[in-house]
């Protein structure tokens, strides 16, 4: 099986910065693309970051200039570097995948989510 599991999340001021981290782990082939999505109240979830296997960026703009999305290829494991933080991006934030399997099919996984509170 495969799981995602993020970790860093927290309880941070405003203007405070965080250091979310998604590590993949299980039986697979490779990572395709990766994102990070938040959730506050109501069921709908939010894209927040996304990059790819090759390395190609997307924000929300709600994040753009304050959020950093990377990934080490090596270790399975994508990062979101939240700075700036405002009460606003108060959420639980989850890490989406595509996995590449054994036999080659692309499947999407989530993980289960990190809780971030941005308040004084």
């Known amino acids: 099986q495969v799981q995602l599991v993020e970790s860093g999340g927290g309880l941070v001021q405003p203007g405070g910065s965080l250091r979310l981290s998604c590590a993949a782990s299980g039986s697979f082939f490779n990572i395709g693309a990766m994102a990070w999505y938040r959730q506050a109240a109501g069921p709908q979830r939010e894209l927040v970051a996304a990059?790819?296997?090759?390395?190609?960026?997307n924000y929300a703009d709600s994040v753009k200039g304050r959020f950093t999305i990377s990934r080490d290829n090596a270790q399975n494991t994508m990062f979101l570097q939240m700075d700036s933080l405002k009460p606003e991006d108060t959420a639980i934030y989850y890490c989406n995948a595509d996995v590449i399997t054994g036999g080659l099919r692309r499947v999407n996984y989530w993980g289960r989510g990190t809780l971030v509170t941005v308040s004084s």
């Open positions: 990059i790819t296997s090759g390395g190609s960026l």
